[in-house]
């Protein structure tokens, strides 16, 4: 019935704007999951995504990103039936070409 997000953000800061981050933290009531293949109560969810970024301005505009999706690697399930879902983790390089 219920759904929550909060997120925290700062694409320029630090030495010359070049430092970034963003912090968000997901919650999902529990409820239950009813579908032709199954039926089933699904627990409260509580996820914590972060996310840190450097701009690299002599590399033409890039940007160097390190993050993850459920940080804290809670399993979680989001349907009856489905597989547990878990951190994501993840390094980006970004280029710019304007």
Avoid: C, M
Avoid at 16 to 34: D, E, P, S, T, V
Wanted: proline residues 3%.
């Amino acid at each position: 019935k219920y759904k929550g997000n909060v997120s925290l953000g700062n694409s320029g800061f630090g030495p010359a704007k070049r430092l970034g981050f963003n912090i968000a933290y997901k919650w999902q009531q529990a409820f239950l999951y009813q579908e032709v293949f199954a039926t089933g109560n699904i627990p409260d969810v509580h996820t914590l995504d972060a996310q840190i970024s450097v701009k690299i301005p002599k590399a033409k505009k890039s940007i160097i990103k390190l993050g993850a999706t459920n940080l804290l690697n809670q399993y979680y399930y989001n349907a009856a039936g489905n597989a547990q879902i878990g951190g994501l983790y993840y390094l980006s390089f970004g280029y710019n070409i304007y």
